[in-house]
């Protein structure tokens, strides 16, 4: 069989394969570029405007969370934003019966002003209505809402994606350099015939039209649909294949492939959220004096379980999002001593890269006018995607 016919066969069953769950992640990615403003538009309740002020200390944010909850659960995470201050919520054991205790929410949400209560939910679970509509469609995004399995789901379908971003735009290049014309071999321009690849006849048959949209359609957007694809394995399969990849290329570090998991999950660290984050800021202070960047705003930390520490994130000078931060160090949860500082730019050239991956995919970058490219984008995923199909249905009539 001849390379060409092989690689059309394969991006065909490839791309068929995916059809359904690049349709659901276009849907949901152009909705998701709008989360905030979205979630905010169902749920004004969970939102506040900072009308100049500043917000709380994270120290007392953690006090006033532990107020508002049962004493048969605990904090384990907080994540700071202008307009509110989220925290996940964990049930504790129960020593007599060995089951967690029953809790009707796992997120609790806090006014960053004042400190005060806005709601709580079971983040993601749609059958609370429209309160989760957002959060559903982020699980259905990330995850297809199946969890574990639907991340290996979709983190197989985001590498196939990303080779069959290199096999569908091989097969727009031209078949031939050379024609014959009139029993005479005759150069043909390549970027003369491969500019055909790039247009679309809107004066020609429905399958004409259908077939230059999926062609130039995935041509004009290529790098874009690359950089979608593999960030997707980043969020996916971040601690195998995306680890594995960038470290043959780059100089790449993650705590959560760097650090070993404990021989027992770290229920209760001798450390709780409240000096962590005390403990953290102060390693972060010194941090930013040795390395000469600026701590502009404290923006999450959250505690690991299953390798013992918490990583607290800041937004800095060296952080290229629009909003948050990807300015991190870990901190172990017994003793409090720095595991490692991540950098989002400057330190490592795969871990630069990754955070310039991370932004373009989650819209936190370059504004307004970016993120409505983004949501067109999950449109174009869904269009190349059907009329994949369409070519597919018409090739096997």
């Not at 002003?113 to 990330?142: A, C, D, Q």
């Not at 091989?170 to 014309?181: D, G, H, M």
């Not at 005390?278 to 505690?303: D, K, L, T």
Request: charged share 15%; proline share 4%.
């Amino acid at each position: 069989m001849k390379i060409r016919p092989l690689w059309v066969l394969v991006h065909r069953y490839t791309g068929l394969a995916m059809t359904i769950f690049l349709v659901v992640v276009g849907l949901t990615g152009s909705l998701l570029a709008f989360y905030k403003e979205l979630d905010g538009a169902f749920n004004p309740q969970f939102y506040v405007a900072a009308n100049g002020r500043a917000p709380i200390a994270f120290d007392t944010l953690i006090d006033n969370a532990d107020k508002c909850i049962e004493p048969q659960a605990s904090v384990q995470s907080l994540w700071m934003s202008a307009s509110a201050v989220q925290f996940s919520v964990s049930p504790h054991q129960n020593e007599q019966t060995g089951q967690l205790f029953e809790l009707n929410y796992d997120q609790l949400i806090l006014d960053p002003y004042t400190g005060s209560e806005l709601g709580r939910r079971r983040w993601g679970v749609i059958s609370e209505g429209m309160t989760n509509l957002m959060p559903f469609l982020y699980k259905l995004h990330f995850n297809l809402a199946l969890d574990d399995v639907g991340m290996w789901i979709l983190g197989i379908t985001a590498l196939i994606w990303t080779i069959d971003c290199f096999v569908g735009f091989y097969l727009t290049l031209p078949a031939k350099v050379f024609v014959a014309q009139d029993n005479k071999s005759s150069a043909s321009s390549f970027w003369q015939r491969w500019r055909r690849a790039w247009l679309i006849k809107w004066r020609g048959s429905s399958f004409r039209i259908n077939y230059d949209l999926h062609r130039a359609g995935g041509l004009w957007l290529w790098l874009a649909l690359l950089v979608f694809a593999w960030s997707s394995v980043y969020m996916n399969l971040g601690d195998t294949v995306y680890q594995k990849v960038m470290q043959s290329v780059s100089d790449y570090h993650q705590p959560w492939t760097e650090i070993e998991d404990l021989p027992e999950p770290l229920v209760h660290p001798a450390i709780d959220l409240r000096a962590a984050y005390r403990m953290a800021h102060q390693a972060m202070s010194h941090a930013a004096v040795e390395h000469g960047f600026q701590i502009e705003a404290p923006v999450a930390i959250w505690f690991n379980q299953a390798k013992g520490f918490y990583v607290y994130c800041v937004r800095s000078s060296l952080d290229i999002q629009d909003h948050e931060g990807q300015t991190r160090v870990v901190i172990d949860a017994n003793n409090g001593q720095q595991k490692m500082l991540l950098l989002p730019t400057g330190q490592y050239n795969g871990n630069t890269i990754t955070s310039w991956l991370m932004a373009l995919h989650m819209a936190n970058v370059f504004g307004l006018p970016y993120r409505l490219f983004v949501c067109v984008l999950g449109l174009v995923i869904v269009m190349l995607s059907v009329t994949g199909v369409v070519i597919w249905s018409k090739k096997r009539r």
